[in-house]
């Protein structure tokens, strides 16, 4: 078996006798069997259990068994909070801090043929008693409950900071929590650890009858976990084993849990809280009814200024959007399909996976109960405007890959391992609290990739096409530099430099804005291959003025793409506000 020091080495050799190449392409690897044939539309969409985070005392990871499909047998799966798959949705306001204990109480894991000890962090226990680390996705949280990938626990074995503590000190948001152990958070999240957290405030109160009259709460506020995933005939979740694989796409389309649900809707405004909890599939998603429109109001971190009017929704893993359809213009029996177009992986697809039904709508017979639309949605909370506070620093970030004879072998951040920037902080981001940067992240590989920052939420400046192959040959210029893998004494070499160079030179036409339902505040970016995704990021609630969140936590955090199988095999850093 290969181990990790080799594995690192030839990963380092391969790149080093110039097989590293501009703008590659992740492909599947290997072809598996589909899924069973299931017939669409015929379940129900689970309406997820809501819990107010006030009543959190404790939250319990245990195994359990689900059925995705009505004709399909229930079989091993993990949960939150007693569900059999996923968790519930945990409700609190704005300024109202929880604090809870979290359990491990799982057992073997469901995907233990999966389990990749080459993949850093990865141990041969994690089969039979398995890490875990919860982290509260867009929560503006303390270093100690943020989630940390090596802030692991075991079964039986208390979180070593003891309750997880989030203040809830942010703009009204739907946010997600989701398992983060380092090398299984692929698995872990497939196996069901991930649900729903929705932050309220004044402009979106516990209840409803906010100033914006909105719906909250059931039955017109829908919570929507949309993944793609795989079953074996028995009705088991299926997941490739070991070795690892570079990206995970599955045939089945699941919503909370469930194959190609449907969702009886009256006519009239319902709101959907969507999260891409996919390990890595982009979904582009839009209605077969054409003459109806996605209406989004709120971004990952909070609300837009103003509803934007959608044909179609980009949403690449890891992000949230708030979002409106009104039925009631619709004749009583109408089925509207939720449809997605987006290649896998994205944009230039190659895994011959698509998946183009998502769910379905069928509308109820009974009058029309039309609802206005809000036009401006920031009353009590200020309106969004660019962070007008001049950056105290740039920094130049790339996204890379290291290719073998079959594919890739490893994804990277700026060429740096896992474990170097923590054995020598000069290879690790410090930012200091309460400043403003300027993040520039250069994508080298052929896919888009979603990035995502902890603890802040930032916004997005511009995106600009670069000349891939003119810029790779300056950075490869400037090395080769040591790897300072912990395991490889003397370490392999990598073949280009730290930090990254300017990429001025290579740029391609003009900034390109970001879309009207991107410019509100982000945790998460898409990052398309071939150029330079620019942040403005705050690193503390005193950064600049209204800032949609109310802390300025100093310690360690991670940025990392949030195609999980990438994470897992080092796509992954560390940063620490100081």
């Known amino acids: 078996m290969t181990t990790r020091r080799n594995f690192i080495k030839m990963g380092a050799a391969v790149a080093g006798a110039g097989l590293f190449l501009p703008v590659m392409k992740w492909n599947s690897l290997t072809a598996y069997a589909a899924s069973p044939v299931l017939t669409k539309y015929l379940d129900q969409l689970p309406m997820i259990p809501m819990v107010s985070g006030n009543a959190l005392t404790s939250l319990t990871m245990a195994p359990s068994t689900h059925s995705f499909h009505s004709t399909l047998a229930a079989r091993p799966t993990w949960g939150y909070g007693g569900l059999s798959y996923l968790g519930p949705t945990i409700e609190t306001m704005r300024g109202s801090a929880i604090s809870f204990n979290a359990v491990n109480s799982l057992g073997a894991h469901p995907f233990a043929s999966s389990i990749d000890t080459n993949v850093h962090g990865t141990v041969l226990a994690d089969k039979t008693n398995p890490r875990v680390s919860l982290h509260l996705h867009g929560g503006n949280t303390e270093p100690n409950s943020d989630g940390y990938p090596e802030d692991t626990f075991t079964p039986g074995q208390p979180h070593q900071f003891g309750p997880y503590n989030y203040n809830n000190n942010q703009e009204a948001a739907t946010?997600?929590?989701?398992?983060?152990?380092?090398?299984?958070?692929?698995?872990?999240?497939?196996?069901?650890?991930?649900?729903?957290?929705?932050?309220?405030?004044?402009?979106?109160?516990?209840?409803?009858?906010?100033?914006?009259?909105?719906?909250?709460?059931?039955?017109?506020?829908?919570?929507?976990?949309?993944?793609?995933?795989?079953?074996?005939?028995?009705?088991?979740?299926?997941?490739?084993?070991?070795?690892?694989?570079?990206?995970?796409?599955?045939?089945?389309?699941?919503?909370?849990?469930?194959?190609?649900?449907?969702?009886?809707?009256?006519?009239?405004?319902?709101?959907?809280?969507?999260?891409?909890?996919?390990?890595?599939?982009?979904?582009?998603?839009?209605?077969?009814?054409?003459?109806?429109?996605?209406?989004?109001?709120?971004?990952?971190?909070?609300?837009?200024?103003?509803?934007?009017?959608?044909?179609?929704?980009?949403?690449?893993?890891?992000?949230?959007?708030?979002?409106?359809?009104?039925?009631?213009?619709?004749?009583?029996?109408?089925?509207?399909?939720?449809?997605?177009?987006?290649?896998?992986?994205?944009?230039?697809?190659?895994?011959?996976?698509?998946?183009?039904?998502?769910?379905?709508?069928?509308?109820?017979?009974?009058?029309?109960?039309?609802?206005?639309?809000?036009?401006?949605?920031?009353?009590?909370?200020?309106?969004?405007?660019?962070?007008?506070?001049?950056?105290?620093?740039?920094?130049?970030?790339?996204?890379?890959?290291?290719?073998?004879?079959?594919?890739?072998?490893?994804?990277?951040?700026?060429?740096?391992?896992?474990?170097?920037?923590?054995?020598?902080?000069?290879?690790?981001?410090?930012?200091?609290?309460?400043?403003?940067?300027?993040?520039?992240?250069?994508?080298?590989?052929?896919?888009?990739?979603?990035?995502?920052?902890?603890?802040?939420?930032?916004?997005?400046?511009?995106?600009?096409?670069?000349?891939?192959?003119?810029?790779?040959?300056?950075?490869?210029?400037?090395g080769p530099r040591t790897v300072l893998d912990p395991m490889a004494a003397g370490g392999p070499t990598v073949p280009a430099g730290y930090p990254a160079i300017d990429p001025a030179p290579y740029l391609r036409g003009n900034p390109k804005a970001p879309d009207l339902n991107e410019q509100g505040w982000k945790d998460t970016v898409q990052a398309p291959p071939g150029a330079v995704t620019r942040l403005i990021v705050p690193f503390g609630a005193q950064a600049a003025p209204n800032l949609p969140f109310g802390n300025s936590f100093k310690g360690r955090y991670v940025w990392h793409c949030h195609i999980l199988e990438h994470e897992d095999n080092e796509m992954m850093l560390p940063y620490e506000v100081v």
């Open 175 to 478: 946010l997600w929590y989701h398992d983060h152990a380092v090398g299984t958070t692929r698995l872990n999240v497939m196996a069901g650890l991930a649900g729903l957290y929705l932050i309220r405030d004044s402009d979106d109160p516990i209840g409803g009858n906010g100033p914006l009259g909105l719906p909250a709460g059931a039955p017109y506020e829908v919570p929507m976990i949309i993944q793609d995933r795989m079953l074996n005939p028995d009705g088991s979740l299926f997941y490739p084993p070991a070795p690892w694989a570079p990206e995970f796409f599955g045939d089945v389309s699941t919503v909370n849990g469930k194959a190609w649900p449907n969702l009886n809707v009256d006519r009239t405004l319902y709101r959907f809280r969507v999260v891409n909890g996919s390990n890595a599939r982009f979904y582009n998603l839009s209605l077969s009814n054409k003459k109806m429109k996605i209406i989004q109001i709120g971004t990952d971190g909070g609300m837009l200024n103003a509803p934007v009017s959608l044909s179609e929704l980009l949403l690449a893993p890891g992000e949230r959007a708030d979002l409106l359809i009104d039925f009631s213009g619709v004749a009583p029996g109408t089925q509207i399909v939720l449809q997605n177009d987006a290649a896998a992986p994205y944009p230039a697809g190659g895994s011959g996976i698509a998946l183009p039904e998502i769910m379905r709508f069928t509308v109820k017979a009974g009058a029309a109960v039309p609802k206005p639309i809000p036009t401006r949605l920031r009353v009590n909370n200020p309106p969004i405007v660019p962070i007008a506070v001049r950056p105290v620093r740039q920094r130049y970030l790339t996204l890379v890959e290291v290719m073998g004879a079959a594919g890739p072998l490893v994804a990277l951040l700026n060429y740096v391992y896992w474990p170097e920037p923590l054995a020598n902080p000069a290879l690790m981001e410090r930012p200091a609290v309460d400043t403003v940067e300027q993040w520039n992240i250069i994508n080298l590989t052929g896919d888009a990739h979603p990035i995502h920052l902890h603890l802040v939420q930032f916004q997005i400046l511009n995106r600009q096409r670069l000349n891939t192959a003119k810029y790779v040959s300056a950075y490869n210029a400037t």
